[in-house]
């Protein structure tokens, strides 16, 4: 496994990271099954084969920091810490979810693990991020903020809005591009004017890193870098992390418009298991310790989604909490 | 019974004739060439092979230049249609559509035309939540110079998709997604065209008229079947076009009831339905027997969970309350 | 007589006040600093000297930019106030006002609030036409989990700034640009607070009430006081707050009076008007002399030309001619 | 004089250019003068300072191509032809007006010289640019499409969503950004994370041309070079024209927040007799015959002020016109 990283992390890190990258694998699979099965119907967009990205990220993050993602976000939240519990009940629209069951899967917000917003609009998490970096920035408090967003993202107004302010107020922002090579159903290519979103980095005069997204070792320095400057004051970076997204763009997706060998040579490369072999190789942990790390993921997620689907629904007048701080009156 | 169609074969067939007849006729919107599978849910399917990459293409998610690159080419002799997704994103691109777009007919004095449509999506029923299932007709009713247009039907969303294409000013074509999947009769002709400002009486009935647009059709002929039951007769009459109304339609139909009753997807507070009651009690003061009942959704996001976007919804047990509001 | 200040002074009066009684007052928008002289209109001069470039900034001109920096640092804890110099340009912010700031609350249960203070001018009168004058108001209004407020008064925009200010719901607050340089009296203190939701009755009279807000105010009170002349007695109400408006203060005072007239400057169709008719036809059916009229301007953008823009402006005039239908 | 231009244009295209900067000029002065004395009140921008760019741009323009302008437009609209008569019948109001006096100062347009739209949106007149340019490249008419607007202009999103689109389209059209160092009260460099704009056509793969909007044969040769590649189907450019306003952002502008220094330089340097005063110099023309170009153009601008003046006011019924195809029924 080739990395552009000197420094090493060390074994706890390296380990954390495949812990968080084993529990966004599996919590995908099930989420999958449940939908396949009909069990659990919802609108679901698969982060899978983008495992490495926040996980070599959140390990660089403290619990305080915050992140803005995306409709694509599962992996964002469990990385950053969004507890199992409280995102499945909120995935099956119950009262117990991060959101009383109002937000679903498309708005999971717990501010408690950092996780302050997901939003559904291409390229809203970065105005937004903006503003948590601004009040950290006026209060001092040393918080970061990451906004995650795709690569089709990188062609829309809030980005560039977003990207010249931060610059120029040198906010403590790292703006994390996951490139999957597709938006929706459009190739990259095909939308975006530039060959690489890092470069567009230079139009604000902000460092732009090129990182292959799908490489712990290097995904990891290249976050360590941009938040650590970011948490020294010196302003924002724009990382574009280069992965793929192995099940289209929501579940259902045909995929039709896909280019299969690319989408087979991405899967063959599928980065979780990659990562777990070098671990191996490496020394760094015994097939029998990634194993428990595994199986305790599974059993958590498991027991996750059984309590979920046991949860009660939200109450009907939880239409009229909520909107404003005072309860309206029922219409 | 003629041939069954879904409203996603109609909006298809209908671009594809109006692609045919009028080399003008330019479609652009995410995904919507056949590389990108003709639109997430295939709308526009086939058009790009059959009328070429020029003037069928599949563009950025940007939807300031999408509106922008359709008003341009407007002003200039052509008849875009432009596919805005979803009608939440109509928000990141309000100024070219409210500042632009519906003004500059006006603002030049004559000089320049917009014939441009924008086809969107909306509606709840699906859990897609706060943030892709907002109908917004009632901001763009408010903004003069553009018309406002949805059907209920395959055959009616045909033809008042061309009557939008075909016409020399800015339509915004509301399409209702859960109904995409959802049969009915073809239109007689893929090309017929609705005029824009002509309501539809869907059903008859004396004792009150229903006014309504869209997916609550259905809800609205529902409540009525199941009045009629009770021997209560209820008028169901379809807008069609939300701008221009069909005023002298709804006021004669109420003016033989004198009840009414308004209902829409859309959030009830400052919605299409004041609109439609204010003038029917400032036409028809003295002769109600009842205040115009509004039924919409509470005032709040549409909400996620199950339960909660049943309960948002108005269904035909709301139009019926309402109805039956109108009747005491 | 108390001191006289104009609407500039007060506003800028109470920004002070509020960035000095709390550090999480922060503001920002396009030539807000003094290096920029305090805005164009200088309704910020001083604060960025007094306060600081932390928390007082001119900012680049992206509202997108300006509305998301101001939502995430209220969910942060911090009060901001976002200028948007005109009402019109919000539609380049309208996915950040209506898709977030609006909805953050409700789509996350309650575990985010957006305590944000947005300000704008409108207004027509001065010939700045079609895309710097509109009257926007109803397109929030119909949207649920945001706050529209406007004051008439220098005292009176005072009291309601700041309780938007300090409300813990994100407000829209709506400053007519002609009322700027106009005089009135100062609040007595500039940190007072007047009640969001609560109507304030101008004017009393018994024979009709009319429901206004805004520069409308003063337009509704000239034509009172041209009645009163005749003997005809002209309630005014000012709203205040459109959302959430004071239905009790409203109905209480319609059902005194019988007849009502609802006016405002922005456009007459599908506006603030038809809700509030809406409402009190359902509410006071029967008791009324005459439909409720509404007053507005006409379904045009907003003319450059002078007389075209007199004619667009609903003036004395014209409200009087509401009031008279209403005592046929 | 210096030029980045080795060819240098004809003595008539020299003098053209020149008839077109006098007659903004002039314009300029009697609007000013307008408002002084009170005669004529309306909002207005002045664009004085910035007449090489517009008129360079336009000796390179067929009649029939498109521009695409701002508020800050009056030399923008008279170098493309726009006439006089209806120019300031429009600027007053008038029924004879461009618009009929519906669109005033900040929405001039008159497609038979190809003006196309004023807008008074900041950044808004580049996405509609392209869509002209698509109409063009789809009817194959050989148009251009020329895109005005301001230096802060390019922080907003519509700038980054039209020269994406633009890009991926191949578009013929010609991204003019008017650099005068403000945006309103604020400097360029206090809200722009870059210190060129033409540098940010990287982000677009587009060719980026940095000139100085104040030399004409310099301006000259980046328009025709920009010009020829948009109507030989290359694609797109952007050009930043380095200029300055003398009158600050409105009519009234106190110019409080303006660098004295600055300003005074750039207003001791002139374009208008700099450019007037080589002509002579280099024997391309004679005082005389520059004073006739002078005099022709105040006579004409005098006589379109005196006739837009004396024109009747539209009628009140106008606002129900033009609204829609059909008229409607008076509320
Ligand atoms: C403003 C806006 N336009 C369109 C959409 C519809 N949409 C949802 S996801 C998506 C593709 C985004 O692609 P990318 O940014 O690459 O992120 P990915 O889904 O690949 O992770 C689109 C077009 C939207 N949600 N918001
Ligand atoms: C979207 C939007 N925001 C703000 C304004 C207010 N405004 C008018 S001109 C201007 C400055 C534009 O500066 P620049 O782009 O450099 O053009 P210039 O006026 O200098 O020619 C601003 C902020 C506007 N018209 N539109
Ligand atoms: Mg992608
Ligand atoms: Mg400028």
Known sequence: ???????????????????????????????????????????????????????????????????????????DMLAKGVPLDALWAELAGRATGTCKGKGGPMHITHPESGCMITTGIVGSSMPIANGLALASQIKGDGRVTVAYFGDAASNIGAFHEALNMASVWKLPVVFVCQNNRYGEHTKFEKAT???????????????????????????????????ERARAGEGPTLIEAVTFRFFGHVFGDADGYMDKDEKAAAMAADP??????????????????????????????KAAVEKALAAPWPDPSELYKDVFTHELAPA | ??????????????????????????????????????????????????FGDLRVRSTPISEQAIIGAAIGAAMAGMRPIAEIMLMNFMTVAMDMITNHAAKLRFMSGGQTAVPLTIRCTTGAGFGTAGQHADYLEA???????????????PAEVSGLLNACIFDDDPCIFIENLPAYWQKGEAPADPGARIPLGQARTVRDGGDVTVITYGPQVAVASAAAEQL??????????????????????????????NRAVVTHEAVRAFGVGAEIASVIHEELFGQLRAPVQRVGAPSSAVPYSNPLEKAFMPDADKVIAAIRKTLN
Chains 1, 4 share one sequence.
């Not at chain 1, 979780?272 to 072999?277: D, K």
């Not at chain 2, 080399?23 to 590389?35: K, Q, R």
């Open chain 1, 1 to 75: 496994m080739t990395s552009a990283n000197p420094v090493q992390p060390d074994k706890t890190v390296l380990l954390d990271m495949y812990s968080k990258m084993s529990l966004i694998k599996h919590n995908d699979e099930t989420a999958r099954k449940l939908l396949m099965s009909g069990r659990l119907p919802m609108i679901y967009y698969s982060p899978r084969g983008q495992e490495v990205i926040p996980s070599a990220v959140s390990v660089n993050l403290r619990r305080d920091d915050y992140i803005c993602t995306i409709y694509r976000g599962t992996h």
């Open chain 1, 193 to 227: 004017a530039v060959a690489k979103v890092s470069d567009r980095a230079a139009s604000y005069s902000m460092p732009g890193i090129h990182v292959d997204g799908n490489d712990p070792l290097a995904m990891h320095a290249a976050a360590r870098e941009a938040i």
């Open chain 1, 272 to 301: 979780v298991p990659r990562y777990r072999q070098w671990l191996m190789d490496q020394g760094h942990a015994s097939e029998a310790e990634l194993a428990a790390i595994d199986t305790g993921h599974e059993s958590a997620i």
């Open chain 2, 1 to 50: 019974m003629s041939k069954q169609i879904t409203t996603l074969q109609a909006i298809n067939e209908a671009l594809h004739h109006a692609m045919e007849s009028d080399p003008t006729v330019l479609l652009f919107g995410e995904d919507v060439a056949d590389p990108e599978e003709g639109g997430v849910n295939g709308a526009s399917k086939g058009l790009s092979t059959r």
């Open chain 2, 139 to 153: 901001w763009f009713a408010h903004t003069p110079g553009l018309k406002v247009v949805t059907g209920a039907t």
């Open chain 2, 228 to 257: 009629a039951g009770e021997g209560i007769g209820v008028e169901v009459i379809d807008l069609r076009t939300i701008v221009p109304w069909d005023r002298d339609t709804v006021l004669n139909a109420v003016a033989r009831t």
